[in-house]
């Protein structure tokens, strides 16, 4: 007999009335009396479990009903619908196959768990409620980023993860080696000699996928990068983590207002596609981890974004009257605190910020006319504060060579880079999301450790 | 006006048939006489370009006629449809702005240049021909993996890239550290002390996240990854590359056959969306780069994948009378040349080997009953040798237990990897896909560098 699963039984359920059917699964919980039992019986295929009733017809009915839970069985039954109940169908056991059998001290046992506890059994905590629907949900966001893409017509480039460039010219990276840290070559002047590793030179891992994708971009139009990035940074942050995942869309013909609308859609478009796609996953978040979150995620999906510049932004905050922990003056970047002032008391929905001090951006952004400000916008969110940060490219060989210069970068390191302005330097323009951020927006989930799989933190990289 | 792309031109062509449209892109080509002119302009937008007439009607005439090839322009003009010439439509500018203007050394001159040459301007190269359609391929091909799971409700996994462990129990692995290696703290014993390091110990660059995902599986049952992977190993093949990007599905309650079934839909999946979604770059490949790579992708999509085991086939290769540099006996693994002999002589077709030696394979696949091979499989291919490799895994606590300890590894870097089977092991396999080594089988490229935006090869980190 075919083996059906979880979620076909809830999205079909009509079509199994009467029907024998066959599930295998993972026991949730069982109990039994005398003659008879019930096992909560979870697949892995949908956010519910089903109830199966089973009695001593069994020929190993005492067997069963000792299992430990998280023990794996096979069952046979008859599908009874029970369009009263509590549940609204269950399956009466005609056979029952062990598959594997756990152990009483399973660590998750019917209780309240830390997310602090869970994080320290990550290979167990999926099997749970909330991370089961925490990983569906990364897992659904992910796929509504690439077909929201990819409808469109954006390629997707594996931009490199080891590189020898450094983006943002900042940022402490993770240097990639193969010399043994405990025999390093030397050159004469007694330092170690990095023509001997591996790619020839000292390489790191990539902080942002951007550059490349802007080479991409000038030959495709239309392209994003979706992949790992990394910072080395010692902040041991509930935001904050070494390894993360990054969407970085890169347009080119595009101004800022473009990416701006880009982005607007991109994020209305996985709201829409989650709330569609795991409808009890983000009830449950609604109940148990964000009261409020369906309102919240309703209202950004019907709301127009508010746009606002850099100055403007600066001159409400100062206006407020509210008191921050940081000062307020034109010129410094914003805090969280003034980010979320500005989305969650000002405009109450999410707000584009644009036109920063060219002092606090990337060397990239395109100057602006007034020479004072570049065209950059950072998206920020109610419950997170930046959620996007984009901006037009400098396009202008000699503008941005100069950029480079004045920073004392490298200019060696940005011929390439360099070059797409050479040779047919177009308007293009492109933001980065922090997919991690994006999960965190849409589940709830305040600390970033419980939306990544296996997270990196310092001085954490178990599993 | 609003901005068309191009392929919507090719795609629709019927609805612009009199339309004044506003195209934007580059000029791969342009000549002129006295009075007018042709640029062929491509938008990146799909791999054909569209002819634009101008004529000295425009002001900007002989300031056009004059631009670099690669320089970007903004088009505004008449679309005419030419269905008895060779191109299907063309368009007559009415207006054509400058948005960037190129060099006149611009490195790609219309000549052939060889594969070697452009990787030395892998900035530059995806505005070719071959290499628009590598990448547009490769994009393509990751939505089809995408696609194909998330329809069947695989739940798509980010597994760890810094690890502090290592898969295969073999392999070289690239060295992740924050360390200073020209001031290396160390211990009392003048040795490195990794205590000190980002992670509080020593880190690499995955090499598969197969442990990861299988304890997802055995939470969600059908889950996924697809990400990058590392090996550090000199080996300066057209066949390897430092880093790579895998699939590795998992299935729990599966056992062999059930993820060759998998496999085989999946290879038939990517190779059909990618015919259907790219049917111009594949076209392109099959005269330009391999002759007859459309019969052989046609041929995979329309056979039944054969089946034989490791001892068949090595009895097929001992009577094939066939010279072979390596020595076929039982017991060795199969090399690439025996592969390709085995489907491309033997059976014509992709074919699956399984139940291979167990010495010359993993820690973690499931011993047989005839204690001498394990539930392992190999998908050969033609034109590629092997594509897939996968294999039921060990579910039984004590005889992975054994298996670490009689190869010596270090049984407490894999006490979470044991407690995915203490706690309700269930039966599950897998397999995984060398991402590239799937675009050469469907483009018929030949150098793994060039199926790479940005290839990682010893010696060579370039931008």
């Given at each position: 007999m075919k083996v059906t699963l979880i979620k076909d039984l809830y999205r079909n359920?009509?079509?199994?009335?009467?029907q024998k059917v066959q599930v295998s699964g993972w026991i949730r919980t069982i109990r039994d009396s005398k003659a008879f039992g019930f096992i909560e019986l979870n697949d892995g295929s949908f956010f519910k479990s089903v109830q199966i009733v089973f009695d001593d017809k069994l020929e190993n009915f005492k067997e069963i009903a000792k299992l430990p839970i998280s023990s794996s069985i096979k069952v046979e039954g008859d599908f009874i619908?029970?369009?009263?109940?509590?549940?609204p169908f269950e399956i009466r056991a005609t056979n029952i196959v062990i598959e594997g059998t756990s152990n009483?001290?399973?660590?998750?046992?019917?209780k309240r768990h830390t997310f602090e506890y869970l994080r320290t059994i990550a290979h167990l905590r999926p099997r749970t409620n909330t991370f089961s629907a925490v990983f569906r949900v990364r897992s659904i966001a992910s796929y509504a980023i690439h077909k929201f893409f990819q409808d469109q017509g954006f390629v997707y480039v594996h931009s490199p993860i080891i590189t020898g460039s450094d983006t943002e010219g900042a940022g402490e990276m993770f240097r990639v080696t193969t010399l043994d840290l405990n025999n390093l070559p030397k050159d004469e002047n007694g330092n170690?000699?990095?023509?001997?590793?591996f790619f020839g030179r000292d390489t790191n891992l990539t902080v942002s996928g951007q550059l490349s994708a802007e080479a991409f971009a000038l030959a495709f139009r239309n392209v994003y990068t979706f992949g790992p990035t990394f910072r080395a940074e010692n902040s041991n942050t509930a935001r904050h983590a070494a390894e993360f995942w990054m969407i970085e869309p890169e347009v080119a013909f595009a101004e800022l207002p473009d990416i701006m609308d880009l982005a607007e859609k991109m994020v209305k478009y996985v709201i829409s596609y989650v709330l569609e796609h795991a409808p009890e996953e983000m009830n449950f978040f609604n109940n148990f981890i964000e009261k409020g979150l369906l309102d919240r995620l309703n209202n950004a999906l019907n709301a127009e974004f508010g746009r606002v510049t850099y100055t403007e932004a600066i001159e409400l905050l100062q206006k407020s009257g509210e008191k921050f922990t940081y000062p307020v003056e034109w010129g410094a970047d914003l805090q969280t605190e003034h980010e979320r002032y500005l989305c969650e008391k000002v405009f109450k929905k999410p707000v584009f910020v644009t036109?920063?001090?060219?002092?606090?951006?990337?060397?990239?952004m395109r100057l602006n006319d007034d020479n004072k400000t570049v065209a950059a916008t950072d998206l920020l969110v109610p419950g997170i504060g930046e959620l996007v940060g984009g901006s037009q490219r400098e396009e202008r060989e000699e503008v941005l060579a100069d950029k480079i210069k004045e920073l004392g970068m490298n200019e060696a390191d940005y011929w390439w880079y360099l070059e797409l302005r050479k040779y047919g330097g177009t308007k293009h323009s492109g933001f980065g999301v922090g997919f991690e951020r994006l999960i965190m927006y849409l589940t709830g989930m305040t600390n970033i450790r419980d939306v990544i799989p296996f997270p990196r933190t310092p001085g954490n990289a178990e599993f």
């Open positions: 359920t009509e079509s199994f009335i009467d619908y029970t369009p009263q109940a509590k549940q009483v001290d399973y660590p998750l046992q019917k170690v000699d990095n023509s001997k590793d036109d920063y001090p060219k002092e606090i951006k990337a060397f990239y």
